[in-house]
């Protein structure tokens, strides 16, 4: 059972574009929402994470919009630039289980120059 | 090196065989994951350990995989009678919290098993 459904499965933006990509999750109990960028043959590794007590946060060109009500939060990569082309994970965990985190099944961005 | 470190990072095996899977955490971090990543999927939960326990094991899919951290640094994933549904790149992660908004999980770049 998929706790953490993620969508697109793939995305194309052109240089200076912006990338969304959206998350929905079931478990209320989920307390910690971050977002992994991975790289062919690489392993995840953090952008950016959000707690539900916030609305949104941003680092960067990265931003996360977090809607509690609907449990769905979103990423956004403002200014998308070609080193931007990844694969991103959203997850989820449990304050009692941090790090024992559920993943989406991940979008893969291409960035046109 | 600073990061995650794992090996090997290829690894062939034949249905039937065992294998051993080795990650080498950043040093002075207590806690450390094992993760399993088909291909196209996000990374599932195999274990977790906190020292040299398993504190959550819940993810371990069945009795064919076993995980150690007999001295609180380096883990072994063990998978015994490999099938072909095992083929996909296993990642290990550690951390130095285990919660809090601080924290932050660190991955190696994987071991990919292929079972033939």
């Known amino acids: 059972q998929q706790q953490v459904k993620q969508s697109p499965q793939s995305l194309i933006v052109q240089k200076g574009g912006i990338s969304i990509i959206n998350c929905a999750y079931e478990n209320t109990a989920f307390d910690y929402f971050p977002w992994y960028q991975q790289f062919p043959g690489k392993g995840p590794a953090l952008l950016i994470a959000i707690r539900p007590d916030v609305s949104e946060k941003k680092e960067g060109r990265f931003t996360i919009s977090f809607n509690k009500s609907a449990k769905q939060f979103s990423l956004h990569i403002m200014d998308s630039q070609p080193g931007d082309s990844a694969t991103y994970f959203c997850a989820a965990s449990r304050a009692d289980s941090w790090g024992k985190f559920q993943f989406g099944a991940g979008t893969q961005v291409v960035v046109t120059p | 090196g600073a990061g995650v470190s794992q090996t090997p990072s290829n690894k062939v095996t034949e249905k039937g065989k065992y294998v051993e899977l080795r990650c080498d955490p950043i040093?002075?971090?207590?806690?450390l994951y094992w993760y399993r990543q088909s291909l196209g999927q996000g990374p599932e939960f195999l274990i977790y350990f906190q020292g040299t326990g398993a504190a959550d094991d819940s993810g371990l899919p069945n009795d064919r995989f076993f995980a150690v951290r007999p001295e609180g640094s380096v883990s072994t994933l063990k998978i015994q009678r490999t099938e072909r549904g095992d083929s996909a790149v296993y990642l290990c992660a550690s951390s130095a919290r285990t919660g809090g908004f601080s924290g932050e999980l660190f991955f190696g770049e994987g071991s990919r098993l292929t079972v033939l």
């Open positions: 040093s002075g971090h207590t806690a």
